[in-house]
């Protein structure tokens, strides 16, 4: 039975740490976007067509 217990346990740390990966990179993935449309909101008219193809395109 303490091997159910022991390998609930593990489970349990894995989801937890899955949980924390995910949110980590969520708002690793929100910081980029807010950074490059930024940049593009910064750039001028010339810039602009060219960049928005370069930001998601690289």
């Known amino acids: 039975m303490k091997i159910f217990g ?7 740390g894995a989801i937890v740490n899955w ?5 980590k990179l969520q708002q ?3 910081q980029n976007l807010i950074l490059n449309l930024y940049k593009l909101a910064s750039m001028t008219p010339e810039e602009s067509p ?3 193809f370069n930001l998601f395109c690289p």
């Open 6 to 12: 022991s390998n609930n346990q593990k489970f349990r």
């Open 19 to 23: 949980k924390i990966k995910t949110q």
């Open 28 to 30: 690793a993935i929100s």
């Open 50 to 52: 060219n960049a928005v």
